[in-house]
């Protein structure tokens, strides 16, 4: 690998140049943060946000994909359908949530693990 | 008489006591009296009937032989053996006529006697039933006219001298007597068992006047005249086991474990008279040199049972050793030829050798009351040295005993007088005719003996003063139910039943019914011929007879002199022969012998086959056994270590594969998140990089 200035320098010079691989990091790190979200947070509504937070990832990747292709709008409609598809889960999801706590008094995804054995 | 109703009488006198027997085993307890008197009643009807018998056919048929034959089982012809017919019959000649009477009459008195003697017997009942079947098995030797049918009547007498002999089988020495005497019996039986086969591969009959009628024809077993040497001694082999004879004669003192009346019956009339019978039977068909061992062993037996007889202080054991001797009497008797006084004496014997036991069973009875009546259980009611003095309570007895002792030690006017005296003077006939000097010198000296060990008892047992006061004052004379028998065997014991002449029996009805029946063998191969004999037997008759005399009034003196008078000390003389002694107390070491040699074999034979079937064949099965076990081990380990282990290794890898991956799973939805994740990333690297 270069030297670290050298990297920097062509960073710096790569950046102001918008293309499709600006798009695809921004999602990578959008998507790699929910999933240290889903993965390390305990509290079920945390790991749902997680999932929000993976969804609009998945959501940069599809318009990106649309706008630097061939493509029309079918990305954008994918996304439009994802988000209605998150609305969705997170109705469900907050409602097996509620059901959750109701149940066992948390939200700690650790200690409802009735299914374990 | 028709011949035909005289033959009936015989047979009712045979089968009259079967039926008793056959009642009383099956309804004798019910019977009133548990059945004495039937029984009684049957001997009784069959006494009538056989004197019947004995007056018609000395009568009206004095020379013929009345035979009824039926033939028993037809084989036809047998492979390997030829035709095989059993005949059966009844023959009925002046000598079963006269034994018919003989055993009838001493088995009546028995029966009446035992009716006081054993009253109240555990066994009472089954004691008479087999006194009747006892009787019957005589009655079958008797009158059987073939092989067959004595072979069959000579087992039945073996098993009923069993029976009775073990009466009391509670006594271990009883039941133990009754084995003995059957075991040497069969001894006997197995070489007379043998010479009927003998004889029967040759004539293929049983019958015996077919057999006599095939020898005198030239026929000899197998051919060889050693053959037909052989065949009589095998026969004789028989009557040396029943007759009590050396060296089978062990049997017959322990048969005194029996009730006394029993001794009677088997030592006069029914069981040792089978031997004598037996070869009377048979006379025919035996040979000099077969004559000869009989003469031989007779001779022996009356010396060897006559020592022993002496030294005994039993009073039973003395008359059972007296017994053998005046068998052994009659065996010698037969066999030096002298067959008319064999048989004679036999008769003669029956009486007052019956006489005799009852006698001592009367006396026994009356110690035992007494002793009883003393509460005394220790003292034994049968040694002569606890008696003494009898004469004055027990009359009755004590005479008819005397006349019985002055029989039996041949003393004139009584009936063993005649009949001893006709055989010492054929063993003297025959020892000048041959040369053999031993065997009348022993014929008198037991002569001499019997004298003396019998007046031994009587002085002992009835003269003197009683050894205890208080107990002699209890000794009472015995009931009359036993007391008549003894009077009549006493009155049958003088001579003029037998002979009208007191010193010779030769003008006797006996010796004319009975007459030595001509010799069947080869004419070199028999003995002295009847005429030659009895001519040697008239010269010998008055030496015979002095000689007689002079020994038995020595033997009664001597008696006397020692055991009345003092003059001698009996124990000084046992104390200073004391190896002589204990060697005739001990019956000659006889039953030491047997023990040691016979039934000592016997053991060490067993013993060495026990230990080859311990160590050999059990080690062979053992070892077989070990290898399968060792096999089967083996092969188990192989199971359990092996597959066992494959089996359970397979189970234990999935267990313990099961155990490491249910750690992945952890029921945390993040963690599956991760896996999935860093699973999708390796396989990304794995596969871009392939």
Redesign the interface.
């Known amino acids: 690998m270069s030297s670290l200035p050298t990297f920097w320098n062509e960073f710096t010079a790569w950046l102001p140049h918008v293309q499709l691989a600006h798009f695809l990091i921004v999602s990578a790190i959008l998507f790699a943060l929910g999933?240290y979200g889903?993965?390390?947070r305990k509290n079920a509504i945390l790991?749902l946000m997680g999932v929000e937070l993976v969804l609009n990832a998945a959501n940069i990747n599809l318009i990106a994909f649309s706008r630097y292709s061939t493509l029309r709008l079918d990305g954008q409609v994918a996304a439009i359908f994802v988000i209605i598809l998150a609305a969705c889960e997170a109705a469900i999801a907050l409602a097996i949530v509620l059901n959750i706590y109701h149940r066992f008094r948390t939200i700690n995804?650790?200690e409802v693990?009735n299914?374990?054995? | 008489m028709p011949q035909d109703t005289l033959m009936l009488f015989a047979l009712a006198a045979l089968l009259l006591p079967l039926l008793g027997f056959t009642l009383m085993i099956f309804f004798g307890k019910k019977l009133p009296k548990q059945g004495d008197w039937l029984e009684t009643a049957m001997i009784t009807a069959a006494l009538l009937c056989a004197i019947i018998v004995l007056a018609q056919k000395l009568l009206n048929y004095p020379h013929e032989t009345l035979a009824l034959n039926f033939t028993w089982v037809d084989f036809n012809t047998v492979p390997g053996i030829g035709p095989l017919k059993i005949v059966l019959g009844f023959s009925i000649d002046n000598l079963a006529a006269i034994m018919l009477v003989v055993v009838t009459l001493i088995s009546t008195l028995v029966h009446y006697f035992s009716v006081g003697y054993m009253h109240g017997d555990v066994r009472y009942s089954r004691y008479f039933a087999y006194l009747g079947l006892f009787s019957f098995s005589m009655l079958i030797i008797v009158l059987a006219n073939n092989l067959f049918l004595l072979y069959v009547g000579w087992e039945l007498v073996g098993i009923c001298s069993y029976l009775l002999i073990g009466h009391w089988y509670e006594k271990k020495s009883a039941s133990n007597a009754g084995i003995k005497a059957f075991v040497v019996n069969r001894i006997g039986d197995f070489g007379f068992l043998v010479g009927i086969l003998l004889i029967y591969a040759t004539f293929h009959t049983f019958g015996l006047q077919e057999i006599f009628d095939g020898i005198k024809a030239g026929q000899l077993p197998n051919g060889s005249e050693w053959w037909l040497t052989a065949a009589g001694v095998l026969i004789f082999c028989g009557a040396v086991g029943k007759s009590a004879q050396f060296p089978l004669h062990v049997w017959l003192p322990d048969a005194m474990e029996g009730p006394t009346p029993v001794s009677a019956l088997i030592h006069a009339a029914t069981m040792v008279a089978a031997g004598v019978y037996l070869v009377a039977r048979t006379f025919p068909l035996m040979t000099a040199d077969a004559l000869m061992v009989i003469a031989y062993i007779g001779a022996i037996t009356a010396f060897i049972s006559a020592t022993i007889a002496i030294a005994q202080n039993d009073i039973k054991k003395v008359l059972a050793y007296s017994t053998i001797s005046q068998l052994g009497y009659m065996v010698m008797g037969l066999g030096v030829g002298a067959y008319t006084a064999g048989f004679f004496h036999l008769v003669t014997h029956a009486m007052f050798k019956a006489g005799l036991f009852l006698g001592s069973g009367s006396v026994i009875h009356a110690m035992h009351q007494a002793l009883h009546h003393q509460g005394d259980h220790h003292t034994d009611a049968q040694d002569i040295r606890n008696m003494g003095g009898l004469r004055e309570k027990m009359p009755i007895t004590f005479w008819t005993f005397v006349v019985y002792t002055l029989a039996i030690s041949g003393v004139p006017l009584t009936s063993g007088f005649l009949s001893k005296d006709e055989i010492l003077a054929g063993t003297l006939a025959f020892g000048g005719l041959t040369g053999h000097a031993l065997i009348p010198v022993i014929g008198f000296l037991v002569a001499g003996m019997t004298a003396f060990y019998m007046f031994r008892i009587v002085i002992l047992a009835f003269m003197g003063e009683h050894k205890d006061a208080r107990r002699f004052e209890h000794v009472r004379e015995s009931p009359r139910v036993m007391t008549v028998p003894l009077v009549i065997l006493a009155v049958l014991s003088f001579f003029i039943f037998y002979s009208f002449n007191p010193f010779s029996a030769a003008s006797g009805w006996i010796a004319h019914a009975v007459e030595r029946p001509e010799s069947v063998v080869p004419a070199h191969m028999a003995a002295a011929s009847r005429g030659l004999f009895e001519d040697t037997l008239h010269h010998t008759h008055l030496t015979a007879m002095l000689l007689s005399l002079l020994v038995a009034g020595c033997g009664i003196l001597i008696a006397f002199m020692t055991y009345h008078w003092k003059r001698v000390n009996a124990d000084m003389i046992a104390e200073k022969y004391k190896g002589l002694h204990s060697f005739l107390l001990h019956k000659w070491y006889f039953d030491e012998l047997y023990n040691g040699v016979v039934v000592g074999g016997t053991l060490a034979v067993t013993n060495a086959m026990r230990w080859f079937d311990n160590t050999i064949i059990d080690g062979i099965v053992n070892a077989m056994g070990g290898i399968t076990r060792v096999t089967s081990f083996v092969s188990g380990k192989f199971d359990n270590v092996v597959i066992d282990g494959a089996v359970n290794m397979t189970a234990y890898l999935s267990g313990f594969l099961g155990l490491v991956l249910r750690k992945l799973q952890t029921g945390k939805v993040q963690t599956y998140i991760v896996f999935a994740v860093f699973s999708v990333m390796i396989f990304y690297f794995v596969f871009r990089l392939v």
């Open positions: 999933l889903i993965v390390t790991v995804v650790d693990s299914l374990k054995e």
